[in-house]
């Protein structure tokens, strides 16, 4: 049985009962390899605390911005979507404590595993509401969480890739970017196009899709991190 009380300290909260905790973690898949397993999987609870994290996010931001709708709906995207789900799940090492099976425990880099930790902090909040009650949740989602807005404002995170990237490009180099189509390949219920991202005649990246709107925000997302214009 795995200790977690260094997790606990790393979420700063001491869990009445420890079991709540660690069924957050239980991946479906372990169960299939585990049926014996004293503990259901973890998505009843991240059930809940995606609803918790929406509402604790909603309220901050409605209290504190007088902005219209549109843009807080932006924002509040940008503090819960995988990838930042994701990235504060590792921060707080919950990559250490999850039962995986065998097949998702070897895909630790891939995109299945970055939703698998976006999920996993939500069952975790979704945990720590019950375990601990509504102000103990609140302060952990300001925490870890909300702390994040100022970068995410500051860096325009609320903005899809290809935004960004037009933003940042206009604005660091003066250029416009432009997509180049570089492959089409498959049949038509089943097409795979590689598109190329350009500022001016420089090719900055390339990325994969089944349609040119989906390889286009991959070649946006690539460029970003390229450019480091993620930082």
Not at 64 to 89: F, H, K, Q
Not at 95 to 106: I, P
Not at 162 to 184: A, I
């Amino acid at each position: 049985m795995k200790d977690f009380s260094q997790l606990e300290a790393k979420l700063g909260v001491n869990f009445k009962d420890q079991d709540l905790l660690r069924q957050a973690l239980v991946h479906r898949s372990y169960l299939n390899e585990n049926p014996g397993f004293a503990l259901p999987h973890n998505e009843r609870l991240e059930f809940l605390g995606d609803a918790v994290l929406e509402l604790v996010v909603t309220e901050y931001l409605y209290q504190r911005y007088p902005n219209p709708e549109g843009e807080l709906t932006n924002w509040r995207a940008a503090l819960v979507n995988a990838i930042m789900l994701s990235s504060i799940a590792s921060e707080l090492g919950l990559d250490d404590y999850l039962y995986l099976s065998r097949g998702e425990a070897k895909d630790n880099g891939g995109k299945a595993r970055q939703y698998i930790l976006a999920n996993a902090i939500e069952a975790v909040i979704g945990a720590i509401y019950l375990d601990q009650g509504n102000e103990v949740t609140s302060k952990f989602i300001h925490q870890h969480v909300l702390c994040k807005l100022p970068s995410v404002l500051e860096h325009k995170l609320y903005l899809d890739p290809k935004s960004r990237f037009q933003e940042l490009s206009q604005d660091q180099l003066g250029v416009t970017p432009h997509y180049v189509v570089l492959d089409e390949h498959g049949p038509d219920h089943a097409k795979e196009f590689r598109v190329g991202l350009y500022v001016g005649e420089e090719l900055v990246a390339e990325g994969n899709g089944s349609s040119k709107q989906e390889a286009q925000v991959a070649a946006a997302e690539a460029g970003l991190k390229i450019k480091q214009w993620n930082d």
